[in-house]
């Protein structure tokens, strides 16, 4: 059964502070990762990862995929409240049937000012 | 720029009744999906369709019914609420079944009393 693991479940950091939060997984035939960021609504796409060792950036915030040690990290530099949200990481199984993607459970960031 | 449009945004059924919650897409996306949201539990995928007059079962389908009888639609059909099913449903779509990012609905928050 595919497993995605994100850590923490919950973060409050300041406005200004760095954050890291960590997705593990265990899938068969992997095709990508995915981070997605949940405000009170529908999640939003942040970043599709296939490639390991490859940086994806946008603004303030990167992704990183190690597909030998099957992880992924989500670092937000230089927080603001706008950040606070649930961010989600899903696993792509490389196959058109079965369940698709495998979600992790979150993890909610808070940023206080 | 509708995207994906979900109706409606909450529903409160009784144990037993029916109803369909209404997914549309007007991104010409092939595929489309739905999910349910549960604390703890991550994102679950319910059903899905990889195209128009094809649909499949996804990790938790018992209890819903879908079609797909456009490339635009894809209702999701509770034959006989149950207090379980109280959940917030996200109906998802994206370009290709493989390699795309799903583009997510703002939700319909469904409680079964």
């Known amino acids: 059964e595919d497993k995605v693991v994100q850590s923490p479940l919950s973060l409050v950091v300041h406005e200004g502070d760095t954050v890291t939060l960590n997705c593990s997984y265990e899938?068969?035939?992997?095709?990508?990762l995915l981070w997605y960021k949940q405000e009170k609504k529908a999640p939003t796409f942040l970043f599709m990862l296939t490639s390991s060792g490859i940086e994806k950036k946008s603004g303030r915030l990167s992704s990183i995929l190690d597909k030998k040690e099957l992880f992924s990290i989500l670092n937000i530099t230089a927080t603001q409240t706008g950040d606070s949200a649930v961010y989600l990481c899903a696993v792509e199984r490389g196959e058109t049937s079965g369940s698709r993607l495998t979600f992790g459970e979150g993890t909610q960031l808070t940023v206080n000012p | 720029n509708a995207g994906v449009t979900q109706t409606p945004k909450f529903q409160v059924l009784k144990t037993g009744q029916s109803m369909t919650l209404q997914c549309a897409q007007d991104m010409n996306h092939e595929y489309m999906s739905w999910y349910r949201q549960d604390p703890g539990m991550g994102l679950r995928l319910i059903h899905y369709?990889?195209?128009?007059?094809?649909?499949d079962q996804g990790e938790v389908p018992n209890g819903y019914n879908v079609s797909r009888s456009t490339t635009e639609d894809f209702p999701l059909r509770l034959l006989s609420a149950a207090p379980s099913q109280t959940s917030v449903y996200f109906c998802?779509?994206?370009?290709?079944?493989?390699?795309?990012?799903?583009?997510f609905g703002n939700g319909t928050r469904l409680t079964v009393t």
């Open positions: 899938v068969t035939n992997f095709r990508s």
């Open positions: 998802a779509s994206s370009l290709t079944p493989l390699g795309s990012p799903l583009h």
């Open positions: 369709s990889v195209g128009a007059g094809i649909t």
